[in-house]
């Protein structure tokens, strides 16, 4: 039985996580803190923060595995600067707080294609991130590198939107690792991988994300 925290809990991933994980027999509790309040549920614990000032004391940092959903794009967070200071500077944040608080796994949801040395930023920040989650030492990362997310936010993403109907009529033709995943596989992924806990650092695909395993069971990636 685990308690897990999980990061990102209002986002499109992070709600599908929140949901499987409230409803798994594995997990005594999730420890779900947002900036603003979640309904309420017998077996969440949701504390409100301000992710500039995450309380590093606090007691509700003790469990047994972390999941991070939090991600935005640049166009929503308004400018590069800002876009990192989510995607890397909260991510960071929250990964080192867990593992303070015991926190064997972890399990971050990525991009395809991040890479540090990419000279797109979007996608170097991606891989930054990863790199220095890694450097935390936990004795279980794993990192799921999807494409384009499938499934309905609460604001729509103009350009995401059009992409995505244009990979679903596509589809057939695309190859397994460009096309759409959806949310709900993606979550599976993150959520299996927190609580299977493989030793050493994983790398769960976009290609592999396709596969039907991905809503439960056993979740093998790449190490």
Known sequence: MSRVLLCGATGLVGREVLRIALADPAVTQVVAPTRRPLP????????????????????????????????????????????????????????????????????????LGADATSRYFYLRTKGEV??????????????????????????????????????????????????IVPAERIAHALLRSALDAAPGRTVISSEQLQSPDMTGGKVRGES
Not at 98 to 109: M, S, V, Y
Not at 164 to 174: E, G, S
């Open 130 to 179: 990863e790199q220095a989650v890694q450097a935390l030492g936990y004795p279980s990362l794993t990192v799921v590198r999807p494409s384009l997310i499938g499934g309905e936010r609460e604001r729509r993403r103009a350009l995401e939107h059009l992409g995505m109907r244009l990979l679903q009529v596509l589809a057939p033709c695309v190859p397994r690792r460009w096309r």
């Open 40 to 111: 309420a549920h017998p077996g969440l614990l949701n504390p409100v923060v301000d992710f500039e000032q995450l309380p590093a004391d606090a007691a509700w940092w003790r469990a047994d595995a972390a999941i991070c959903a939090l991600g935005t794009t640049r166009r929503d967070a308004g400018s590069a600067a800002a876009f990192r200071r989510v995607d890397f500077d909260y991510v960071l944040a929250f990964a080192r707080l867990a593992r303070a608080g015991g926190a064997r796994a972890f399990a971050l949801t990525s991009s």
